[in-house]
């Protein structure tokens, strides 16, 4: 009889991910508060920040793992498919982080010259995107530099922590990891909507309002959130 692994293998990559995305949210969340502090004593809106901040976190972390928690963990039920099943996991979580760290390292030119995190519309508004490329790299060199190192040392520490030599070696065993798709994915719904009561309205940048500020508000989501969301939008109201 063939191996099997027990669905908290892929349990432990959910949660690496869930952690180390929260961790870095949080911490840049932090920094951008120290930035615009003079703003969030004025408007008395520091404690909502973090609470807010950890709902919209919690919501992309949702958007992101959805797919790879439900199908990847029902693909990994069978020998066939276990490499499929790898791939879409590793894919999606490593291209979700990429993400994250991509747009919120572009997150503080956007904060100093519009006030506001990117979105598609801000990035598409853009006419020159190489001529704001190139201003950026003649006024902000050290700090872009800093920036695309760390964001590299951060992918490459957790694609190590991702163990791919270990990484479903053999399949998952299926009523271990039936169960995990069906209340990973249900976990992933809840924190998408940022309540247990599917029947209310879903989550949305609309619920950033902890303030009269508008820079304030937007300090309390995050850059990859108001991306997707502002990608998705226009299929949401077809």
């Given at each position: 009889m063939k191996s099997t692994l027990p669905a908290t293998h892929l349990l432990r990559h959910f949660l690496l991910f869930v952690l180390t995305v929260v961790f870095l949210l949080t911490l840049i969340r932090a920094a951008y508060g120290l930035w615009q502090f003079p703003r969030l004593d004025e408007t008395n809106a520091l404690m909502p920040l973090f609470l807010q901040g950890l709902r919209f976190d919690l919501a992309l972390i949702g958007l992101v793992c959805l797919i790879p928690v439900v199908l990847?963990?029902?693909?990994?039920?069978?020998?066939?498919?276990?490499?499929?099943?790898?791939?879409?996991?590793?894919?999606?979580?490593?291209?979700?982080?990429?993400?994250?760290?991509?747009?919120?390292?572009?997150?503080?030119?956007?904060?100093?010259?519009?006030?506001?995190?990117?979105?598609?519309?801000l990035m598409g508004g853009i006419e020159n995107p190489v001529a704001a490329l190139q201003v950026v790299v003649q006024e902000h060199p050290i700090p872009l530099v800093v920036g695309l190192v760390l964001c590299a040392l951060i992918l490459i520490a957790f694609w190590a922590r991702l163990e791919m030599k270990r990484f479903l070696r053999y399949r998952v065993a299926a009523p271990s990891a039936l169960m995990l798709a069906i209340v990973g994915g249900l976990a992933c719904v809840i924190a998408?909507?940022?309540?247990?009561?599917?029947?209310?309205?879903?989550?949305?940048?609309?619920?950033?309002?902890?303030?009269?500020?508008?820079?304030?508000?937007?300090?309390?989501?995050?850059?990859?959130?108001?991306?997707?969301?502002?990608?998705?939008?226009?299929?949401?109201?077809?």
């Open positions: 990847g963990s029902l693909l990994s039920m069978s020998e066939g498919t276990r490499g499929l099943a790898k791939f879409v996991i590793t894919s999606f979580l490593m291209l979700g982080l990429l993400l994250i760290l991509t747009l919120e390292l572009i997150t503080p030119w956007f904060v100093q010259n519009q006030g506001l995190r990117p979105d598609v519309a998408i909507w940022s309540t247990p009561d599917l029947r209310q309205p879903a989550f949305s940048p609309g619920d950033s309002l902890i303030s009269a500020d508008s820079t304030v508000n937007d300090m309390a989501m995050n850059s990859a959130y108001k991306t997707l969301y502002s990608a998705a939008l226009p299929l949401l109201n077809k």
